[in-house]
């Protein structure tokens, strides 16, 4: 927790009063926010850059997948304007901050903010889930804090030069398939971590070494003579191909034989930014539930030392408590766990059993309870922890208690629901365990790979989703996502579903070959 404020320390003035902002009052704020964050909070953050931005601007942030410098495309379009539509009409507010992973961090501030809530998205986002992108080893494992500004601005320039060189139409049908594979784009386990800032110089050597490569890999493939089936047996040839591959994206930049080579390189381009957001994906939770701790404790400060007046607090907590809010279950308004939520009640949970414990918590967490800082506890866990794992290490009998967890059986069958887990402690391990999964990206998202391609004939790129939960791919979503890899692929593509306990077949889905040639 924060340090006991002394008689001393009292501030002997607001930094700042009234609703109207400007620049000064902003560096003002920001001064005493950053005193906080890094000499009493312990925050290690990268440097800070603070834009202002209007509502028109911010929906544009909004569409663009809230990256500065993004390419062009249509779908940003038709988001722009849903929810320019719906925030018109009233049916949606807007977010008071969008934060970039990035070096510096930028956050883009609205201009519609009272003078309060830049206080408190500043504390959120230039400290919060600054912090947490610098600190979390997810985010040092995946993503490349220093080269992505450049390298989106190499991206947008390498695309914008496609299109005048190729045409509009041909570059929107490989970024259209593109992005429907961008959730299949992405490397699951670590791998040397990509250095953006070179990807420019890069180019025109890969291009040579991906030419000898595809020529000499489709050269290669054994021709047999009438009625004769090839020799090479299916293992030698998955080991060729580098199957199976669960990064789609991956196999066709590099596999696919009838892409040119700027085609790959949009591949290339949507992988990567799809691999920058995977950490985002698997820490929802603990990066919004370190921001709100980070900025209700610098909030909370900064009133305690008489630097905010007390309606300007009253303001602040009007807007955290609505943040934080986590409808009952039986309300019209509960959609499941509200992340922030969750994610601030676990924060001050993990303090609390680190400063002070109960009888319980020394039971449940004998390295963390009773250890003496609360601070250092929560900065450790949203440097070692994902959701999933965070959830199965740190939920206590406590904060179930206090959320009023349970876990419900539905079974499609039964016309009756079953409140199989209640409060006891067999009860509280199934709880925090069947919540852990609900974030667990290997159970909530569908396992597809590309299993084999039959070269010695029609070249079908074969690919299997292996069901885990009972649930098979909507049948025309799968059609058209088959559609946009055959496109990419350039011959007929087959998807099987089968059981992932018994390997029975369940149900399969086929595209033929495109009429053209590759995308274009």
Not at 164 to 172: F, I, N, S, W
Not at 369 to 375: E, I, L, S, T, V
Request: negative net charge; proline residues 4%; aromatic residues 10%.
């Amino acid at each position: 927790m924060l340090q006991e404020i002394k008689p001393h320390e009292q501030s002997s003035g607001l930094i700042y009063d009234g609703v109207e902002w400007d620049y000064d009052k902003i560096k003002r704020v920001y001064d005493a926010i950053e005193h906080i964050a890094l000499k009493e909070m312990g925050l290690d953050v990268y440097p800070n850059q603070i834009e202002v931005i209007t509502a028109e601007q911010m929906l544009d942030a909004y569409s663009s997948i809230g990256m500065p410098l993004m390419y062009k495309h249509w779908s940003f379009g038709k988001h722009f304007a849903r929810d320019e539509m719906m925030y018109r009409k009233g049916y949606r507010g807007l977010a008071y901050e969008i934060v970039i992973n990035s070096s510096p961090c930028i956050s883009y501030i609205m201009e519609e903010n009272t003078m309060t809530m830049q206080t408190l998205v500043i504390a959120h986002a230039a400290f919060g889930h600054n912090h947490f992108f610098k600190n979390n080893q997810l985010f040092q494992q995946w993503t490349d804090a220093q080269g992505i500004l450049d390298y989106l601005e190499f991206a947008k320039t390498y695309i914008t030069h496609c299109e005048e060189r190729y045409g509009h139409a041909a570059v929107e049908r490989v970024l259209d398939a593109a992005h429907a594979l961008m959730s299949q784009g992405v490397h699951k386990y670590p791998k040397k971590r990509s250095d953006l800032r070179t990807e420019q110089r890069r180019e025109r050597e890969r291009q040579e070494y991906q030419d000898q490569t595809f020529n000499d890999l489709w050269r290669t493939v054994p021709k047999p003579a009438a009625g004769q089936r090839p020799s090479k047996s299916v293992s030698e040839r998955k080991k060729l191909l580098g199957l199976p591959e669960e990064n789609i994206l991956y196999f066709l930049e590099k596999k696919a034989p009838r892409l040119e080579h700027w085609q790959r390189e949009i591949l290339r381009i949507v992988r990567h930014i799809s691999q920058y957001f995977y950490p985002q994906k698997q820490t929802k939770v603990m990066n919004e539930g370190c921001a709100t701790y980070v900025h209700y404790q610098i909030m909370s400060r900064l009133h305690e030392t008489g630097q905010i007046s007390e309606g300007a607090f009253l303001e602040f907590l009007h807007s955290h408590t609505s943040v934080v809010f986590q409808p009952e279950f039986d309300d019209k308004r509960f959609s499941g766990l509200n992340p922030y939520a969750l994610g601030f009640a676990m924060m001050q949970d993990i303090a609390r059993i680190a400063e002070k414990p109960t009888d319980e918590d020394r039971q449940w967490f004998p390295d963390l309870a009773g250890r003496g800082d609360g601070m250092a506890a929560v900065r450790e866990a949203w440097a070692n922890f994902r959701d999933e794992s965070f959830v199965l290490q740190y939920l206590s009998p406590h904060l179930m208690r206090k959320l009023k967890l349970f876990s419900v059986r539905d079974d499609a069958e039964d016309p009756y629901l079953l409140v199989d887990h209640i409060h006891n402690e067999r009860g509280y391990r199934d709880i925090r365990k069947k919540l852990a999964r609900q974030y667990d990206l290997g159970y909530l998202e569908p396992d597809i790979q590309i299993v084999d391609v039959d070269l010695a004939g029609d070249r079908k790129l074969i690919l299997q989703h292996r069901v885990t939960n009972g649930v098979l791919l909507d049948e025309s979503d799968a059609k058209a996502v088959l559609r946009h890899i055959a496109n990419l692929w350039g011959y007929e593509v087959q998807l099987i579903e089968v059981s992932a306990i018994s390997e029975a077949i369940l149900k399969e889905h086929a595209v033929t070959a495109p009429s053209g040639v590759g995308v274009v």
